[in-house]
C-alpha cells in the first residue's frame, strides 16, 4: 500500500484513532510492505518468544456455542509447561472472574493453561471506581445505548459500586454507553439495521465503547455478528466524540503488560488475534510482535475466499502482522 493509499484508508476511520497513531503508521513505511508474511507453527513461536498474549474470541475460543476450538486447549497447557508466561486479552464486557469462570467449565484453567485474564469490561470497572474516564462526568450519570442483551450479563456489574446512575433523559447523561448490539434479543450480520437508532441520538455527548471489536463470532458453525465497536464507527461518522475502552486502546494492553514478570521486554511478548483493527494495531501500538490466525477467527471465511495474500496485502500498514499462524494448536502452521 502506497502512502497515499494509507492516507485514504486512515481518513475512513473517521477519526476513531488519535492523530498520533496515524502518523505512526505513516512513519512506519517500507518499501517492501507487500512482502510475504511468514507462516510460522506455535512451536516456532515458542521458540522465540518468552510471553504470549492471546485474544480469545476467534483464537481459542469458538463462540458460545462451540467453546474451546479444538486443538488450543492443548496448545495453552503446551506453552504454560515450556515456561511461556501466558496472559489472555479480551474485548469482553465482563468481567474477569465471571470470564475466568467460563471458562474452568470447558476445561481451561488459570496456572495450566494461561496465567492471568484481562478483559476490556474489568479495566472498565477499575476507571469508573476511580472516576478516571477519559471526558468530564460532573453528574455521574449514562444513557444507554440499545438494552441488555438477554444472553450476556447486563452492563449494571460494571456500575456497580461506583457513583454513576443511569438516566433514561439523554439531556441529563454525560456520556452514553454503548450496550450488546440485538434485536429482540436476536444477533444481527448487518451493522446497517443499527443505522436510524444512531442517528435519531441528536445530542453529542462523549461515547463510551467498552467493546472495540465491530463484529464477533456466535453461532455453530461461528459467523460474524454485530458489536459494540459498529456501532460506535456509527457515532465517530456523526463526528461524535467516541472513547475506546478495549483494543486497540493502550490502556488495555498497559494494563495486560503490567501482569506479565518485569524482567520482561516487550520483544520478548508476542500478541496472537483474529482481528487486524484491534489485536494486531493495538499490539503494534505498545511495540509487541503481532500474530494473526487465519483459518479460525472473524477472518477465517474472508482468507478462505480471497485468499490469505490478498486480504493482508489490502489492510493498512499498521493492521499487518509480523508473522502468520493457521490455529492455536500443535503440529500445524
Not at 22 to 37: C, G, K, M
Not at 167 to 188: N, V
Request: glycine letters at 8%; proline letters at 7%; one cysteine or more.
Amino acid at each position: 500500500m502506497n502512502y497515499w493509499a494509507l492516507l485514504l484508508v486512515l481518513f475512513l476511520t473517521n477519526g476513531l484513532y488519535p492523530e498520533q497513531d496515524i502518523r505512526s503508521a505513516i512513519s512506519t513505511l517500507q518499501p517492501n510492505a507487500q512482502a510475504e508474511i511468514p507462516i510460522l507453527s506455535l512451536e516456532d513461536l515458542s521458540s522465540r518468544y518468552d510471553a504470549f498474549l492471546l485474544d480469545a474470541y476467534g483464537v481459542f475460543w469458538g463462540s458460545s456455542e462451540v467453546g474451546v476450538l479444538p486443538g488450543a486447549a492443548e496448545a495453552m497447557e503446551y506453552l504454560v509447561s515450556e515456561g511461556k508466561h501466558v496472559g489472555i486479552l479480551s474485548n469482553s464486557t465482563q468481567l474477569a472472574g465471571k470470564e475466568k469462570e467460563k471458562l474452568k467449565k470447558y476445561g481451561l484453567y488459570e496456572g495450566v493453561h494461561y496465567h492471568f485474564l484481562l478483559t476490556s469490561g474489568e479495566v472498565a470497572k477499575e476507571l469508573l471506581l476511580e472516576e478516571s474516564l477519559p471526558f468530564p462526568t460532573s453528574r455521574h450519570t449514562y444513557w444507554l445505548f440499545g438494552s441488555p442483551h438477554p444472553r450476556f450479563g447486563t452492563h449494571l456489574q460494571l456500575f456497580e459500586g461506583t457513583k454513576y446512575r443511569e438516566t433514561k433523559d439523554l439531556k441529563e447523561a454525560d456520556f452514553i454507553y454503548i450496550s450488546i448490539p440485538h434485536i429482540d434479543g436476536i444477533d444481527q450480520v448487518d451493522p446497517e439495521v443499527f443505522r436510524n437508532a444512531v442517528e435519531a441520538i441528536g445530542m453529542v455527548v462523549p461515547v463510551l465503547c467498552v467493546n472495540p471489536d465491530r463484529f464477533a463470532l456466535e453461532g455453530s458453525p461461528p459467523r460474524p455478528v454485530v458489536r459494540q465497536g459498529s456501532i460506535a464507527q456509527m457515532f465517530a461518522e456523526k463526528q461524535t466524540p467516541v472513547y475506546l475502552m478495549g483494543k486497540p486502546s493502550k490502556i488495555i494492553y498497559e494494563r495486560a503488560l503490567q501482569q506479565f514478570p518485569p524482567h520482561l521486554s516487550k520483544k520478548s511478548i508476542v500478541m496472537i488475534g483474529d482481528t487486524p483493527e484491534t489485536d494486531i494495531r493495538g499490539a503494534h501500538r505498545m511495540g509487541l510482535t503481532a500474530v494473526l490466525v487465519t483459518k479460525t477467527g472473524v477472518m477465517a471465511n474472508l482468507m478462505e475466499k480471497e485468499g490469505v495474500t490478498p486480504v493482508i496485502g489490502n489492510l493498512p500498514l499498521n493492521d499487518k502482522p509480523e508473522f502468520l499462524l493457521e490455529r492455536l494448536g500443535l503440529n500445524t502452521k
